[in-house]
């Protein structure tokens, strides 16, 4: 039996985090024996800042390692999706969704809202501090490089943990 492969489900969060550190194109190669997808839910949120929504359509366009898919739940799951969109942000309820009907990855670092859901379904989760610490482990990026990731993040004023990434232990292992 052939095993579908797994993909990385990105949340605006990540997006964001890796375009205010002008880094967008390192994140899907990263892990580049996953695939990387940006439901549409998600695409939608992120379009309201159109500088975003540009950069995102160009590297798509040109480099199409991050794949846009339609979020189009049946069933139970739409019954689960209008369930959680009652508590969290549309495009979390719909990665969570998607991830747990697909047994793929969830890319946000908002853990605050989605550590508990995300245990009770065995989904993995990676931050964007998970995904700048395999930069480092897989010398794609320096210490100093991430935490100069970090240090353009948080002066842009997005939440990120203020550590070194040589102290950093990533807790999921995909």
Not at 35 to 59: A, F, M, P, R
Not at 74 to 101: I, N, P, T, W
């Amino acid at each position: 039996m052939c095993r579908k492969k797994t993909k990385i489900v990105l949340d605006a969060d990540v997006i964001i985090h890796f375009i205010k550190a002008e880094s967008f194109s390192l994140l899907p190669d990263i892990f580049p024996e996953y695939e990387y997808v940006l439901l549409d839910i998600v695409y939608k949120e992120i379009s309201k800042d159109k500088t975003t929504q540009t950069l995102i359509d160009n590297y798509t366009r040109v480099f199409p390692k991050i794949k846009q898919e339609e979020f189009a739940p049946q069933g139970a799951s739409m019954q689960e999706y209008f369930q959680l969109k009652k508590r969290f942000g549309e495009g979390e309820s719909a990665c969570m969704v998607y991830c747990r009907d697909n047994r793929d990855v969830f890319g946000s670092s908002n853990l605050k809202d989605i550590k508990e859901y995300c245990r009770q379904n065995d989904i993995a989760n990676l931050t964007t501090l998970d995904f700048l610490y395999y930069a480092y482990c897989r010398k794609k990026l320096t210490a100093e490089e991430c935490n100069e990731f970090i240090r353009k993040v948080r002066n842009s004023g997005s939440k990120l943990p203020d550590t070194d990434i040589t102290r950093y232990t990533c807790s999921v292992f995909v």
